[in-house]
C-alpha cells in the first residue's frame, strides 16, 4: 500500500514527492535497495532514505567509503521524521533510489 499525500488544509505544506508505505511494500517498489555502483553514486546529487514509514530526498552534500550526508528536501509528514533542511547520514546500504546525475560544464552527464 502507497500513500501519496496532497497539499490540503490538513496537510497544507505535504509534499507529493514523499511516499509512505509499509515495510513489505519497500523492498518491491525500491529493488536496487542498497546495491548501487559506487560511479553511480559520484554522478548522483540526491538519494532517497526510508525514514520509518516515510521515504525521503536526501541532496548529497558530503561522501564517505561507507556513507553519505545531505540536506533533507522533503517536507515531512510525520512529527519523528527528519526536517526541512536538516542533515543526515546515510549507510550505502540505506539508500532506496538515486536522483539526477550531475551536469558537467560541456553539458554532458
Not at 518491491?28 to 540526491?46: C, D, I, N, Q, V
Not at 516515510?54 to 526536517?83: C, Q, Y
Not at 526541512?84 to 547520514?89: L, P, Q
Amino acid at each position: 500500500m502507497v500513500k501519496r499525500f496532497k497539499e490540503s488544509k490538513y496537510f497544507p505544506e505535504a509534499d507529493t514527492n514523499v511516499r509512505i508505505t509499509c515495510k513489505d511494500c519497500s523492498t518491491k517498489m525500491y529493488p536496487r535497495k542498497g546495491k548501487f555502483t559506487a560511479e553511480e553514486l559520484l554522478e548522483a546529487t540526491h538519494v532517497k532514505k526510508a525514514f520509518g514509514r516515510e521515504h525521503m530526498w536526501v541532496k548529497i552534500t558530503h561522501r564517505d567509503e561507507d556513507h553519505l550526508e545531505g540536506k533533507v528536501e522533503n517536507f515531512p509528514i510525520f512529527d519523528a521524521s527528519p526536517r526541512f533542511g536538516e542533515t543526515v547520514k546515510i549507510q550505502l546500504d540505506e539508500i532506496e533510489d538515486i536522483g539526477p546525475k550531475r551536469k558537467m560544464k560541456n553539458g554532458n552527464t
